[in-house]
């Protein structure tokens, strides 16, 4: 976090100590009653301590959420067109491209509540009661799995959420410990004499794998050069060698038709679940591989307590399974986290079992 500007900061204090006296000289404005005062200092300790009476489950925080926040942020808090997502994002701030959501990357609790009751929903701020900010705080903690399907979030329970990235952020100390220790840097002129690449590193095998550099003078580069030839040849003398691998099993015959359309009405999916090389658990786990799976064997996805159930009873993801599941979730498993209300059309869950199919070979 990035201190407050010093310049800023002597202006705004300035402006505040002015503002009355000049109220005064000009026959402008009045000093602000405690009830005004009151109605905007909202602002929620990260340790909940001055948090409102008041409570609220997940299940009232969809019914909620649906109503007053799903048209911005989607029905799962995934996020509609180019408005915030919400969930997910677990692991993917070290990533080029992280998602920063309020289960990857916000470090208090207090924050989304404050957020939420302070400015939302989107012109409309002020109009939630305590308990539906309450309601609507444990639905999101929900989306993005910390918290169980039973859970009520209130003041006695706020510090009980362990936010994933509340260590993540430090205090922008430079100014104290770095500032002083920097020198001019130099712009031209800096190396006298001529510059000669003296060392080349070499990285065995792999060139792209960044590990076991070995710096290796110029003088010595044509011998490993001349020494890696006959080595190279060798291995691929061993490998003709080598016996055929046995053949893979056949692969499931697939309708390419059929696939491309699943790929279409996967879209429905993919703001919570990810499939092919790399997909990685989001707020639904990862469904390379889901058609013949076992149930809820999915690593490092925290399931619900009737999935796990169904799990322990034996359940495997085969078509009929998958169809009976994406026609109506709810219906099909009470309780379950997928809040989709389920593929209507019989085309396309036959598409989406195709596409599934296609990513399970």
Same mark, same amino acid.
């Given at each position: #976090? ?11 204090v300035? &402006?505040?100590?002015? &503002? ?19 109605? $905007? ?9 001055? %948090? ?10 969809e019914e909620?959420? &649906? ?15 180019? $408005? ?11 990533h ?6 309020? @289960?990857?990357y $916000?470090?208090?609790? *207090? ?7 302070? *400015? #939302? ?5 002020g109009? %939630?009661?305590?308990?539906d900010?309450?309601?609507? =705080?444990?639905? +999101? ?19 009980? =959420?362990? #936010? ?40 065995p @095998?792999d ?15 044509g ?30 015959? %697939? ?19 990810? =499939? ?7 707020? @639904?786990? +990862?469904?390379t ?8 064997? =999915?690593?490092?996805?925290?399931? *619900?307590?009737? #999935? ?8 495997? $993801? ?9 026609a ?34």
């Amino acid at each position: #976090m990035s201190k407050f500007p010093k310049f800023l900061m002597a202006a705004s204090v300035a &402006a505040l100590t002015a &503002a009355p006296a000049m109220a005064e000289k000009l026959g402008l404005g009045r000093a602000a009653t405690d009830a005004e005062i009151a109605a $905007w200092n909202l602002d929620v300790f990260p340790d909940g301590s001055n %948090l409102p009476a008041g409570k609220g489950d997940v299940w009232t925080g969809e019914e909620v959420f &649906a109503e007053a926040c799903a048209v911005c942020h989607g029905e799962f808090a995934e996020g509609a067109g180019n $408005w915030p997502k919400l969930a997910g994002g677990a692991d993917t701030l070290d990533h080029e491209d992280p998602l920063k959501t309020v @289960g990857s990357y $916000w470090p208090y609790l *207090s924050t989304t509540f404050d957020y939420v009751r302070r *400015s #939302m929903p989107f012109g409309a701020a002020g109009t %939630l009661s305590d308990d539906d900010v309450y309601a609507i =705080v444990a639905y +999101i903690l929900y989306s993005n799995d910390l918290v169980d399907d039973d859970f009520v979030l209130s003041k006695e329970t706020f510090l009980d =959420v362990a #936010m994933p990235n509340a260590e993540g952020f430090i205090v922008d100390d430079r100014e104290a410990t770095e500032y002083g220790t920097y020198t001019n840097r130099c712009m031209s002129d800096c190396k006298s004499g001529a510059v000669e690449i003296t060392t080349t590193v070499v990285f065995p @095998g792999d060139p792209n794998s960044g590990t076991d550099a070995t710096p290796i003078s110029q003088a010595v580069m044509g011998t490993a050069a001349a020494a890696a030839a006959p080595a190279e040849a060798e291995v691929t003398e061993a490998a003709a060698e080598e016996p055929a691998a046995e053949e893979a099993a056949p692969a499931m015959a %697939l309708d390419a038709e059929l696939v491309a359309k699943g790929e279409k009405v996967f879209k429905k999916c993919k703001a919570c679940h990810k =499939v092919g090389d790399g997909a990685k658990n989001g707020t @639904g786990p +990862i469904l390379t591989g889901v058609y013949g799976r076992a149930a809820g064997t =999915v690593d490092g996805f925290k399931y *619900s307590k009737p #999935m796990l159930a169904a799990a322990e009873g034996g359940l495997v $993801w085969d078509e009929a399974e998958l169809a009976a599941y994406l026609a109506n979730p709810k219906k099909y498993m009470k309780g379950t986290k997928m809040s989709f209300a389920g593929l209507k059309k019989d085309a396309d869950i036959a598409a989406i079992l195709e596409f599934l199919k296609s990513h399970s070979q």
